[in-house]
């Protein structure tokens, strides 16, 4: 009976040894006929049948290695180097899943097991350089890529490597050369023109930058660091919309990406959605509570919003991470200001331009703001102090020189105020606020024939409103010229008029909106009718009449009043 059972299991162990020999050369004919498929079935029937045989789990390893499944391929290679140690092809192939999988150190010891005469295919020199590379070896992973490339001079991918390994060096220009070399070799390297553009987008050169990395988001679609950097450079390049679209597609590749949520808010930012971005922005604070730059521009975008409460609190863990940065001081400071705590907002400001700077001049910025907290409380010496110094940081900013020309003209120095806005006119022609203090200043010191070109300047700049009239009205009168100073003063009293209609309307206008968002929809048309008589040129209130009436169910009249926002909206000949 015993001999028997004995008999069977040989049977069946023999019977096993021969499917697994088929299943091995069935496997082994459809990896090299590129059927990776196919050949991983074959393989797990092999090492299903013959467990204890290294051949068939460093086989099964080495198709699933080529399949981009390294993490799958670790314990069959593992086992496979425990069975036979001195299986170079397993060895080799765990070498390089370890790699894939940044366990570089088991990486680079299975490199350094391997005989000294073995030659390293292009994909295993890659492998290997990368665990160097990632250990700190960037010269060992510098000479491994170059021997492999003196063997192989065709091959883009040891190109595209070698040139990040010497970026990583700061060897830029060398780095350069390989990605374009990488790229002749084969254009179609989504690789190569991904580390270029990024190459470029860090030497600052943009244009070239969004063309390599589009090229390389148009091979790769799905490539999670390709769109983040695309999304970069087209921040960089203020092409905010376009940025914000490449991010998107970014995040929706990866929502539980933090990185991505954050880069997006970041575009959102810039595009001026600072509302859509809090959310993904508190996500990044809350994942990286002591990320700096996370927790500000959170705190930014609360002040964008309105709810500098909140942000001043974000900003001092900001500051308990890094006090010694001017602009976090001077963000802190608007936030106060935001709040009308003027002296807390004085006080961060002053501590701002108190810290060394890192031996660099202040930003003109944090001066400006200091100048604007203390116009605010009235303290004008000081204010013009704090502008004048903004303006002597960067002469080419706009800004401190138009406040100083109005606080020079609130304190009478108007030869001081005119040489103020005069500049400002030279540097923004088409601020015609600037043209109307401009022309009021030379009114006051009595010198009509400058006042009343730049009054009529900023009558063509400011067309809907009244003052530059009513100033040219009265220099026009002490002229002499009466018709003329009565055609102004009729106009300016027009659009005084037209204004206070507009104010008018514009509270109907909130008061409808948000008794409409309250569901109240009797009551909203009874204010948006309000708006429309108070001024009957303005669309917006036509429209959420249009939107009051269709929730109401009333279809017609929501057309008609669709179609007279619509009206309105066309720019009239």
Not at 207 to 229: C, M
Not at 238 to 253: K, N, P
Request: glycine share 6%; aromatic share 4%.
């Amino acid at each position: 009976m015993h001999s028997l059972v004995y008999l069977a299991l040989l049977l069946q162990t023999q019977q096993q040894i021969q499917s697994a020999d088929v299943a091995f050369r069935a496997g082994y004919a459809a990896m090299a006929q590129g059927d990776l498929a196919h050949a991983e079935a074959e393989f797990a029937r092999v090492v299903r049948l013959t467990p204890k045989v290294a051949v068939g789990h460093s086989a099964y390893g080495a198709v699933l290695l080529a399949e981009g499944k390294s993490a799958a391929a670790l314990p069959e290679l593992e086992q496979a180097h425990r069975l036979d140690a001195k299986d170079e092809t397993a060895t080799l192939n765990l070498a390089a899943a370890y790699s894939d999988q940044r366990r570089y150190a088991e990486s680079i010891t299975m490199f350094h097991a391997l005989r000294p005469e073995t030659s390293l295919t292009p994909e295993a020199s890659i492998a290997y350089a990368t665990a160097l590379a990632a250990t700190g070896g960037l010269t060992e992973a510098t000479k491994q890529l170059q021997q492999t490339l003196t063997a192989n001079p065709q091959s883009a991918a040891l190109q595209d490597a070698l040139g990040t390994v010497l970026a990583q060096q700061q060897r830029y220009s060398e780095a350069q050369d390989c990605f374009e070399q990488a790229i002749a070799l084969d254009t179609h390297s989504a690789s190569a023109h991904q580390h270029l553009g990024s190459l470029y987008l860090l030497q600052q050169k943009i244009d070239a930058a969004i063309s390599e990395l589009s090229t390389a988001a148009t091979l790769t679609p799905g490539n999670l660091q390709t769109l983040l950097q695309l999304g970069r450079a087209q921040m960089t390049a203020r092409q905010d919309e376009a940025a914000v679209m490449t991010l998107t597609r970014a995040r929706q590749l990866a929502p539980a990406s933090t990185e991505a949520g954050y880069t997006l808010a970041l575009a959102l930012q810039n595009a001026g959605r600072s509302k859509e971005a809090l959310p993904l922005f508190a996500t990044a604070a809350a994942a990286s509570p002591n990320d700096n730059a996370a927790l500000t521009n959170y705190a930014l975008a609360l002040v964008q919003t309105g709810d500098a409460k909140q942000a001043v609190a974000l900003y001092e863990r900001a500051l308990a991470l890094d006090g010694s940065n001017p602009l976090l001081r001077e963000d802190l400071g608007v936030a106060y200001l935001q709040q009308s705590d003027l002296d807390h907002a004085i006080a961060q400001f002053q501590a701002g331009l108190a810290l060394p700077n890192e031996g660099a001049p202040m930003t003109p910025e944090l001066h400006y703001d200091l100048g604007l907290a203390w116009k605010l409380k009235d303290k004008l010496p000081e204010a013009i102090a704090e502008f004048e110094l903004a303006a002597k940081a960067d002469p080419s900013l706009p800004d401190p020189h138009y406040t100083l020309g109005v606080l020079y003209m609130q304190t009478g120095k108007f030869a001081e105020a005119a040489a103020q806005i005069e500049r400002v006119a030279t540097m923004s022609p088409g601020n015609g606020e600037a043209w109307s203090i401009l022309g009021n200043i030379y009114k006051e010191m009595e010198q009509p024939d400058k006042a009343v070109p730049a009054l009529r300047r900023a009558i063509e700049l400011l067309p809907t409103q009244p003052s530059p009239h009513i100033t040219l009205a009265a220099i026009l009168s002490q002229q002499g010229d009466r018709e003329g100073a009565a055609a102004e003063r009729k106009k300016g009293a027009e659009l005084s008029r037209i204004a206070v209609s507009r104010q008018r309307a514009d509270f109907a206008l909130k008061s409808g909106a948000e008794l409409l968002k309250e569901g109240k929809l009797d009551e909203a048309i009874a204010q948006l009718q309000t708006a429309i008589a108070a001024d009957p040129t303005y669309a917006a209130p036509h429209s959420v009449l249009a939107e009051t009436l269709a929730r109401q169910g009333n279809a017609g009249e929501a057309a008609l009043e669709r179609q007279k926002a619509t009206a309105l909206e066309r720019p009239q000949p």
